[in-house]
């Protein structure tokens, strides 16, 4: 026999294995399956059911570019490592030196990818958590307009508590004693 890789896309949900018999109709033994698993629908429609375990053996998430470049990078890197070792052995020796000199060339354009392959994952982590930081703002900037709705402006009068001085900033004083500080 000749070994084969199989690569599926596929969608998945994590999903209790009590939850999946009464989704999908049918039971899954309990003695031989664990509880935790995921619902899995391949890209033909069909609907089944992994133990956590071996679902997670077999498949990683890719739900965006970032993830796709980590499951790549973990890929070539693994390469990287088994050029490496091979190039450290008796049989790498054996070879002519027109082979070992390609392969040579070989290793170091791999390890130069997975470089830029991690300069990339990092920029996007970064890209990421600005993004997210910038979502977070926005939302506590809405609680802040959402929860002046309705309120009286009692009086005005100079902040005293803006860390700009001098920048010609006033003091709303809210009804309730809430302040806001505007320009």
Not at 69 to 94: N, P, W
Not at 111 to 117: D, G, H, R
Not at 126 to 131: C, G, S
Request: charged share 30%.
């Amino acid at each position: 026999m000749k070994t084969y890789i199989g690569k599926k896309t596929i969608m998945a949900q994590p999903m209790a294995r009590s939850e999946a018999e009464e989704v999908l109709n049918r039971s899954f033994s309990p003695d031989i399956f664990g509880e935790e698993g995921y619902l899995v629908k391949y890209e033909t429609g069909h609907r089944t059911w992994f133990e956590k375990e071996t679902f997670e053996k077999s498949y990683t998430i890719a739900d965006g570019h970032l993830d796709r470049m980590r499951i790549e990078y973990d890929e070539v890197k693994e390469r990287v490592l088994k050029l490496y070792t091979f190039r450290m052995s008796e049989e790498f020796r054996a070879l002519s030196k027109d082979k070992q000199a390609k392969l040579h060339s070989q290793y170091g354009a791999m390890a130069a990818y997975v470089e830029i392959l991690g300069q990339r994952i990092d920029e996007a982590k970064m890209e990421q958590k600005q993004q997210e930081a910038a979502g977070a703002v926005a939302t506590a900037a809405q609680k802040m307009r959402d929860s002046l709705v309705g309120r009286t402006i009692v009086e005005a009068g100079k902040c005293d508590t803006c860390p700009e001085e001098g920048s010609g900033c006033k003091k709303l004083i809210l009804a309730g004693g809430m302040h806001i500080c505007v320009k």
